[in-house]
């Protein structure tokens, strides 16, 4: 089952896994309200248990302004609605720039907990480019499991200080799943830019 | 002695299922025995007197002598009494070649043998298998005919294989090309022994300098993961994965369920524990030869030596995509060589020796570029088509590849029978001699990155 993504960015938060800054609200006063403690533009999400591919079906929109933010959240309700009644609420992110990588997670049948990496975004479908490692992972893993992928291509040579950035990411969701119970994991995209590497979507099967 | 080293090493054995009828496989296995195995031998066969001049029993009980291996060699319905006896004659262990068991469903039947092999303190490899072969003990469980299947000469790759038949035809292709072999041993359903005991016992093994292992699955994942991991840095570890096709792309709720074929995961574990990963089966023995001959490179720097021109550009372009480096001669070095060499041959990486050389003109050269603390190893090319070579280069790469031997060289030559013929006289005094540059070249990228996961080259790759 999936877990509420308020939870699930909390949790992150609390394994010190970086993640888009973001508030989560009810309504569309809450909403006009917090997005002044926040920069524009921002992407709105709906948090349901129900909406697995949120983007597909109009489940995530985009204000670029106050004025936009009331019209947009009306606008993801609406779509939400169609779908399902079982809506938390509605996650306000500020929308990060980068590359998109994505961390993955889930229990094998014959090897347990593994954690996977890889390019992110559209490019998953497209590539399948991921690196499998078994959990607990190591620094040197992390760091193998980076270079396996097409994704260390995509970093250039200026990678540097992101591979440090990926790496830590890693390590702290090698712990996070070693601790809880959780089934599968995916943080995609990862938006990995000269400031470290946040999780901007996430999702997680308990 | 580890109950393991009563199937490499029995001091004598019982074929249970011998047979006088040549094409049987209880005749070949006694025969292989008869011919080469130095211990003790009883056929056991209710419906014989002598078989191969040898007194034959009607069950292990009534052999009057000790028994440390028992090969059974009977349809799947008789094996269970067969082994029965097995463990009340105190025998230590037994191989069962016959299939009929959880590869068909008959998960019953197979489990009794692990409960008889346990009660009885047996270690048991099988069934459904070719067994155990031994070039150092010839035990020799094969059940081709030697005529059929050749037997490779002693050598330091030892082979783990779930499938048999693959092992065997490998053994057959490794004999025919001189490529020396500890151990072959045949899995099977791994009622009792399996891939992580014996790739445990390998890496004690002191006649086992690589282990190759082919593999479709494993029953226990974080087992294997940690045995190839402690095994792993004492000596190196050449595998494949059998099976590639993604299983992976049910629908899933997450993408990382969906892209995580078994293959994938196996492959990241294998990365994980230092193991080096063959993407075919030729480069699983590529990898095996070069491991197994060479000293591991202190440095990733590739010196290229040829005759020919297309193939140092092709050896060349194979480092750059596998991510080595090309090596740099010092002045010193370049203009020993230049000295040495006629004015239209050309001296960089790659050195051209040009279509003129001869074994001379390889060995001075070697010898400077040997010398040089720019170069970690060197990848030599041969064309012997071109009349000025003979057959004496393969003394001079003898004895540079002696005198230097804490720098790996490998040697690259493709042709056909004349070639091939030189091909295995390499291959036999350990030189690793391969048909393209870029099978070459891939298993020179596997030696060092193996000898990066053991920190003889220091990793710098943060």
Redesign the interface.
Request: hydrophobic share 40%.
């Given at each position: 089952m999936?877990i509420s993504d308020r939870l699930a960015y909390k949790i992150l938060k609390s394994y010190g896994i970086e993640t888009a800054r973001y508030a989560f609200v009810k309504d569309r006063t809450h909403a006009k309200r917090i997005s002044k403690k926040l920069s524009f533009p921002l992407v709105l999400k709906i948090d349901s248990p129900e909406i697995?591919h949120k983007s597909e079906s109009g489940c995530v929109q985009v204000a670029f302004s106050e004025n936009d933010l009331d019209e947009k959240f009306r606008l993801l309700v609406k779509n939400a609605k169609k779908l399902t009644k079982k809506i938390y609420g509605v996650i306000l992110q500020e929308r990060i720039d980068g590359k998109e990588m994505?961390i993955?997670?889930?229990v094998?049948e014959?090897?347990?907990p593994?954690i996977?990496f890889?390019l992110g975004g559209i490019f998953?479908?497209a590539l399948?480019d991921?690196?499998?490692?078994?959990i607990p992972l190591e620094k040197?893993?992390a760091?193998?499991?980076i270079?396996?992928s097409k994704a260390y291509d995509v970093l250039g040579s200026r990678g540097g200080s992101n591979?440090?950035a990926i790496v830590d990411t890693l390590l702290k969701v090698s712990r996070f799943i070693e601790r809880e119970e959780i089934k599968?994991?995916?943080i995609?995209p990862l938006m990995v830019n000269e400031k470290g590497a946040f999780a901007v979507d996430v999702?997680i099967?308990r | 002695m580890d109950g393991l080293d009563y199937l490499f090493n029995p001091r004598s054995v019982a074929i249970i299922g011998a047979s006088r009828e040549p094409r049987k496989f209880g005749h070949v296995i006694l025969s292989n025995f008869v011919k080469r195995f130095r211990g003790k031998v009883y056929p056991i066969n209710p419906n014989a007197e002598e078989l191969m001049n040898l007194k034959c029993y009607p069950s292990v009980l009534d052999v009057p002598d000790e028994i440390d291996l028992a090969v059974i060699v009977i349809p799947a319905e008789y094996v269970e009494s067969a082994l029965l006896e097995c463990g009340k004659k105190g025998i230590k262990a037994v191989v069962i070649i016959p299939g009929g068991f959880s590869e068909v469903g008959e998960k019953e039947r197979e489990k009794r043998l692990t409960e008889i092999a346990r009660k009885y303190g047996m270690r048991l490899v099988g069934p459904n298998c070719i067994g155990i072969f031994d070039t150092y003990s010839h035990v020799d469980t094969m059940f081709s005919p030697m005529y059929k299947q050749d037997r490779p000469f002693k050598g330091r790759i030892s082979f783990i294989s779930q499938s048999g038949a693959y092992g065997t035809a490998i053994m057959d292709k490794a004999a025919m090309e001189n490529m020396g072999i500890s151990k072959f041993v045949s899995i099977g359903n791994r009622a009792d022994v399996d891939e992580i005991e014996m790739i445990k016992y390998l890496g004690n093994d002191k006649n086992t300098g690589v282990i190759v292992l082919y593999l479709e699955g494993t029953k226990n994942g974080r087992g294997l993961f940690n045995a190839l991991r402690e095994v792993g840095v004492k000596k190196p570890i050449v595998a494949m994965k059998g099976g590639k096709t993604s299983e992976g792309s049910r629908a899933t709720l997450s993408h990382t369920a969906s892209l995580a074929g078994s293959s994938e995961i196996f492959k990241g574990m294998f990365r994980q524990s230092g193991v080096l990963l063959a993407e075919n089966s030729e480069e699983l023995f590529d990898f095996a030869r070069a491991l197994a001959y060479l000293n591991l490179p202190k440095g990733d720097r590739i010196q290229i030596v040829t005759n020919a021109g297309g193939f140092g550009v092709i050896s060349a372009d194979e480092i750059i995509e596998n991510k080595l480096s090309m090596a740099k001669l010092s002045e010193g070095t370049i203009d020993r060589i230049k000295k040495i060499l006629p004015s239209y041959a050309i001296v960089g990486n790659p050195i051209d020796l040009v279509g003129d050389a001869d074994s001379r003109r390889y060995e001075r050269v070697l010898k400077y570029v040997m010398k040089d603390k720019g170069v970690d190893a060197v990848f030599v090319v041969m064309l012997l088509q071109l009349s000025a070579l003979e057959s004496d280069v393969v003394d001079v790469l003898i004895s540079v590849s002696s005198e230097f031997e804490d720098k790996p060289l490998m040697v690259c030559t493709t042709g056909g029978e004349f070639t091939q013929v030189h091909t295995r006289m390499m291959e036999k005094v350990n030189i690793p001699t391969y048909p393209t540059p870029e099978r070459g070249i891939r298993a020179m990228k596997a030696l060092v990155d193996y000898s990066r996961y053991r920190g003889i080259i220091p990793d710098t790759r943060e």
């Amino acid at each position: 089952m999936k877990i509420s993504d308020r939870l699930a960015y909390k949790i992150l938060k609390s394994y010190g896994i970086e993640t888009a800054r973001y508030a989560f609200v009810k309504d569309r006063t809450h909403a006009k309200r917090i997005s002044k403690k926040l920069s524009f533009p921002l992407v709105l999400k709906i948090d349901s248990p129900e909406i697995i591919h949120k983007s597909e079906s109009g489940c995530v929109q985009v204000a670029f302004s106050e004025n936009d933010l009331d019209e947009k959240f009306r606008l993801l309700v609406k779509n939400a609605k169609k779908l399902t009644k079982k809506i938390y609420g509605v996650i306000l992110q500020e929308r990060i720039d980068g590359k998109e990588m994505m961390i993955g997670s889930k229990v094998d049948e014959q090897f347990g907990p593994v954690i996977c990496f890889g390019l992110g975004g559209i490019f998953i479908e497209a590539l399948h480019d991921v690196s499998f490692r078994l959990i607990p992972l190591e620094k040197r893993d992390a760091i193998s499991m980076i270079k396996d992928s097409k994704a260390y291509d995509v970093l250039g040579s200026r990678g540097g200080s992101n591979i440090t950035a990926i790496v830590d990411t890693l390590l702290k969701v090698s712990r996070f799943i070693e601790r809880e119970e959780i089934k599968e994991l995916d943080i995609n995209p990862l938006m990995v830019n000269e400031k470290g590497a946040f999780a901007v979507d996430v999702r997680i099967i308990r | 002695m580890d109950g393991l080293d009563y199937l490499f090493n029995p001091r004598s054995v019982a074929i249970i299922g011998a047979s006088r009828e040549p094409r049987k496989f209880g005749h070949v296995i006694l025969s292989n025995f008869v011919k080469r195995f130095r211990g003790k031998v009883y056929p056991i066969n209710p419906n014989a007197e002598e078989l191969m001049n040898l007194k034959c029993y009607p069950s292990v009980l009534d052999v009057p002598d000790e028994i440390d291996l028992a090969v059974i060699v009977i349809p799947a319905e008789y094996v269970e009494s067969a082994l029965l006896e097995c463990g009340k004659k105190g025998i230590k262990a037994v191989v069962i070649i016959p299939g009929g068991f959880s590869e068909v469903g008959e998960k019953e039947r197979e489990k009794r043998l692990t409960e008889i092999a346990r009660k009885y303190g047996m270690r048991l490899v099988g069934p459904n298998c070719i067994g155990i072969f031994d070039t150092y003990s010839h035990v020799d469980t094969m059940f081709s005919p030697m005529y059929k299947q050749d037997r490779p000469f002693k050598g330091r790759i030892s082979f783990i294989s779930q499938s048999g038949a693959y092992g065997t035809a490998i053994m057959d292709k490794a004999a025919m090309e001189n490529m020396g072999i500890s151990k072959f041993v045949s899995i099977g359903n791994r009622a009792d022994v399996d891939e992580i005991e014996m790739i445990k016992y390998l890496g004690n093994d002191k006649n086992t300098g690589v282990i190759v292992l082919y593999l479709e699955g494993t029953k226990n994942g974080r087992g294997l993961f940690n045995a190839l991991r402690e095994v792993g840095v004492k000596k190196p570890i050449v595998a494949m994965k059998g099976g590639k096709t993604s299983e992976g792309s049910r629908a899933t709720l997450s993408h990382t369920a969906s892209l995580a074929g078994s293959s994938e995961i196996f492959k990241g574990m294998f990365r994980q524990s230092g193991v080096l990963l063959a993407e075919n089966s030729e480069e699983l023995f590529d990898f095996a030869r070069a491991l197994a001959y060479l000293n591991l490179p202190k440095g990733d720097r590739i010196q290229i030596v040829t005759n020919a021109g297309g193939f140092g550009v092709i050896s060349a372009d194979e480092i750059i995509e596998n991510k080595l480096s090309m090596a740099k001669l010092s002045e010193g070095t370049i203009d020993r060589i230049k000295k040495i060499l006629p004015s239209y041959a050309i001296v960089g990486n790659p050195i051209d020796l040009v279509g003129d050389a001869d074994s001379r003109r390889y060995e001075r050269v070697l010898k400077y570029v040997m010398k040089d603390k720019g170069v970690d190893a060197v990848f030599v090319v041969m064309l012997l088509q071109l009349s000025a070579l003979e057959s004496d280069v393969v003394d001079v790469l003898i004895s540079v590849s002696s005198e230097f031997e804490d720098k790996p060289l490998m040697v690259c030559t493709t042709g056909g029978e004349f070639t091939q013929v030189h091909t295995r006289m390499m291959e036999k005094v350990n030189i690793p001699t391969y048909p393209t540059p870029e099978r070459g070249i891939r298993a020179m990228k596997a030696l060092v990155d193996y000898s990066r996961y053991r920190g003889i080259i220091p990793d710098t790759r943060e």
